[in-house]
Nanobody
Framework: QVQLVESGGGLVQAGGSLRLSCAAS????????MGWFRQAPGKEREFVGG????????YYADSVKGRFTMSRDNAKNTVYLQMNSLKPEDTAVYYC?????????????????WGQGTQVTVSS
């Protein structure tokens, strides 16, 4: 079992940057592939990015590619989402998610563990 706690959200102007963190409990963090998802009001939760267990492979939605970067520190049980060149359309609640196994999944159903979310608001 793993518990996830996100932090780092807030209000930022368009063009600005934020770094989200997701701290995981437990001693088997390196067994989990991790994902970041987001959900805007009235919309479905969508994949933002994913990272392999070792951190050697990352995957991104087309909408954030080149602007967002995922990383992880297995010694600190933490995964990060660096968000640059933020746009108003990036406004959403951001969730981190964990799944046992090698593959990064792009659908919510692939993940068994979720954090509570952190709000990101980008003003124009």
């Amino acid at each position: 079992q793993v518990q996830l706690v996100e932090s780092g959200g807030g209000l930022v102007q368009a063009g600005g940057s934020l770094r989200l963190s997701c701290a995981a409990s437990g001693r088997t963090f390196s067994s989990y592939a991790m994902g970041w998802f987001r959900q805007a009001p009235g919309k479905e939760r969508e994949f933002v990015g994913g990272i392999s267990r070792s951190g050697g492979s990352t995957y991104y939605a087309d909408s954030v590619k080149g602007r967002f970067t995922m990383s992880r520190d297995n010694a600190k049980n933490t995964v990060y989402l660096q968000m640059n060149s933020l746009k108003p359309e990036d406004t959403a609640v951001y969730y981190c998610a964990a799944k046992i196994g090698i593959r990064v999944e792009v659908t919510t159903s692939g993940y068994g563990h979720w954090g509570q979310g952190t709000q990101v608001t980008v003003s124009s």
